[in-house]
């Protein structure tokens, strides 16, 4: 990507096509869409106009810009089922197969029940690609807080997996209560 | 197949609102085509008056009536100074009509659910911090609030951490956030639980100057406009005796 001395309409349309698109998932994890519209447009016109603050390795910072910008409109939390809605909409697809779809929904189902730092600690690193270092700057915590996030996560949502497991037909949990609400 | 590659394979793929990206980028180009210089100024503006939901309009139209009375004030008053260079690390008696508004605002922002009441009020210069708690459970919330010309009143961090209750003389920290807001820049706050007899509380920075926070009805709360955070938080008695100090941080 260029730099934006080179050029800022130019190193800015790079840094749109590099990253809104992991911006916007990011939105529509936290925020509904037309929230999330906003929150990517007001993103990247704070890139815009601190160009030259941004780095070069930029999606982490887009991110903190991005997660700032949703903690300051103040919105409500989501509920489990818009939870599990705002997921299903940037997870990837599932295939065809009927195994797959049922994996797909008990994931997000689970996701969508871990707390809200545990399942941010999961999805920087497992669906933003973000190393470590850069996942602990967005989250807003130190490198060695967010290794014990990300444990504790794993721990959760292993636990919540098995759960929904048992419940499967033949298994011994009520069903009901972990149902998946599908996205809308 | 272990956890992280179930995980890894439902990361997202493309675009998943094409139509929302395309709209989002044309926004932003909008606020391009004018000079940097007037952009700094309007642009971030511009995007921010969008009309958003109709329950976020309702939450925020009192706050939209006040800036506008505040305005007024304005027009008369000079160029405003920036409401975080206003702060001051001894905190103030809240104005009343500014801590009704600050309240107001940091109302909005609870979760549904929960039925918040107001614990703590402080103002630094015109800043004012409101700490709300949850009457049945564990949520609390801090929210630094300064008017400004544009929807939301405050910005907040919120937790559901429920540390043990402190000892007599002794402090529990509830709730520690450093952030950064669009128009006033980084800040940072911390609130808690006081012990009986707990009179004042100081919290030393790990940048910066000790800030004293303000002490009511067994809470404490502070905070600064830097994302220095707490290093220690100590609790005082009447007779300005030291508790054991609490550390703060990550």
Same mark, same amino acid.
């Given at each position: 990507?260029?730099?934006?001395?080179?050029?800022?309409?130019?190193?800015?349309?790079?840094?749109?096509?590099?990253?809104?698109?992991?911006?916007?998932?990011?939105? /529509?994890?936290?925020?509904?869409?037309?929230?999330?519209?906003?929150? /990517?447009?007001?993103?990247?016109?704070?890139?815009?106009?601190?160009?030259?603050?941004?780095?070069?390795?930029?999606?982490?910072?887009? /991110?903190?810009?991005?997660?700032?910008?949703?903690?300051?409109?103040?919105?409500?939390?989501?509920?489990?089922?818009?939870?599990?809605?705002?997921?299903?909409?940037?997870?990837?697809?599932?295939?065809?197969?009927?195994?797959?779809?049922?994996?797909?929904?008990?994931?997000?189902?689970?996701?969508?029940?871990?707390?809200?730092?545990?399942?941010?600690? /999961?999805?920087?690193?497992?669906?933003?690609?973000?190393?470590?270092?850069?996942?602990?700057?967005?989250?807003?915590?130190?490198?060695?807080?967010?290794?014990?996030?990300?444990?504790?996560?794993?721990?959760?949502?292993?636990?919540?997996?098995?759960?929904?497991?048992?419940?499967?037909?033949?298994?011994?949990?009520?069903?009901?209560?972990?149902?998946?609400?599908?996205?809308? | 197949?272990?956890?992280?590659?179930?995980?890894? =394979?439902? !990361?997202?793929?493309?675009?998943?609102?094409?139509? *929302?990206?395309?709209?989002?980028?044309?926004?932003?180009?909008?606020?391009?085509?004018?000079? #940097?210089?007037?952009?700094?100024?309007?642009?971030?503006? !511009? $995007?921010?008056?969008?009309?958003?939901?109709?329950?976020?309009?309702?939450?925020?139209?009192?706050?939209?009536?006040?800036?506008?009375?505040?305005?007024?004030?304005?027009?008369?008053? +000079?160029?405003?100074?920036? &409401?975080?260079?206003?702060?001051?690390?001894?905190? @103030?008696?809240?104005?009343?009509?500014?801590? !009704?508004? &600050?309240?107001?605002?940091?109302?909005?922002?609870?979760? &549904?659910?929960?039925?918040?009441?107001?614990?703590?009020?402080? @103002?630094?210069?015109?800043?004012?911090?409101?700490?709300?708690?949850?009457?049945?459970?564990?949520?609390?919330?801090?929210?630094?609030?300064?008017?400004?010309? @544009?929807?939301?009143?405050?910005?907040?961090?919120?937790?559901?951490?429920?540390?043990? &209750?402190?000892?007599?003389? *002794?402090?529990?920290?509830?709730?520690?956030?450093?952030?950064?807001?669009?128009?006033?820049?980084?800040?940072?706050?911390?609130?808690?639980?006081? +012990?009986?007899? $707990?009179?004042?509380?100081?919290?030393?920075?790990?940048?910066? *100057?000790?800030?004293?926070?303000?002490?009511?009805? *067994?809470?404490? =709360?502070?905070?600064? #406009?830097?994302?220095? @955070?707490?290093?220690?938080?100590?609790?005082? =008695?009447?007779?300005?005796?030291?508790?054991?100090?609490?550390?703060?941080?990550?």
């Amino acid at each position: 990507m260029r730099s934006p001395d080179a050029g800022a309409e130019a190193w800015f349309d790079g840094l749109w096509r590099a990253h809104a698109p992991r911006v916007q998932a990011y939105a /529509l994890r936290h925020v509904g869409p037309r929230d999330a519209e906003d929150v /990517l447009a007001e993103t990247f016109t704070v890139a815009w106009r601190r160009r030259q603050d941004v780095p070069a390795d930029a999606l982490p910072w887009l /991110l903190v810009v991005a997660r700032n910008t949703i903690a300051n409109t103040r919105r409500s939390e989501l509920r489990h089922d818009e939870r599990v809605a705002a997921l299903s909409r940037v997870a990837a697809a599932p295939d065809d197969l009927e195994g797959d779809v049922a994996e797909r929904a008990v994931m997000l189902d689970a996701l969508a029940r871990l707390p809200a730092a545990d399942r941010q600690a /999961l999805l920087l690193t497992a669906w933003d690609g973000l190393a470590p270092a850069a996942a602990a700057a967005v989250a807003g915590c130190s490198t060695t807080a967010f290794s014990v996030r990300v444990h504790r996560a794993r721990g959760r949502l292993t636990r919540l997996l098995r759960a929904a497991e048992a419940a499967e037909p033949g298994g011994a949990t009520d069903r009901t209560t972990l149902r998946t609400t599908r996205g809308r | 197949m272990d956890l992280d590659t179930r995980l890894r =394979a439902l !990361a997202p793929v493309g675009t998943a609102d094409p139509e *929302g990206l395309a709209r989002a980028r044309e926004r932003v180009l909008r606020g391009q085509a004018v000079p #940097p210089s007037v952009l700094d100024a309007e642009a971030v503006q !511009a $995007v921010r008056r969008r009309p958003r939901s109709r329950r976020r309009l309702w939450a925020t139209a009192p706050l939209a009536a006040a800036a506008a009375v505040v305005a007024g004030v304005l027009l008369t008053a +000079g160029p405003p100074q920036p &409401a975080f260079a206003t702060w001051t690390a001894t905190p @103030q008696a809240p104005d009343a009509g500014a801590a !009704a508004l &600050a309240e107001t605002s940091c109302r909005s922002g609870a979760p &549904a659910g929960t039925r918040p009441r107001a614990v703590l009020a402080e @103002q630094r210069g015109v800043v004012v911090l409101t700490v709300l708690e949850d009457r049945d459970g564990p949520w609390s919330t801090g929210c630094v609030w300064s008017r400004h010309d @544009q929807a939301e009143g405050s910005i907040a961090g919120a937790t559901e951490v429920e540390p043990p &209750a402190p000892a007599p003389g *002794g402090l529990a920290l509830v709730g520690q956030v450093s952030t950064w807001s669009q128009e006033d820049g980084d800040w940072s706050v911390v609130w808690g639980w006081a +012990g009986a007899g $707990v009179e004042r509380v100081v919290v030393d920075r790990e940048v910066g *100057g000790p800030v004293t926070a303000t002490v009511t009805d *067994g809470w404490f =709360a502070a905070w600064w #406009p830097t994302q220095a @955070q707490a290093a220690t938080l100590t609790p005082y =008695a009447a007779d300005g005796t030291a508790g054991p100090a609490v550390a703060g941080g990550w």
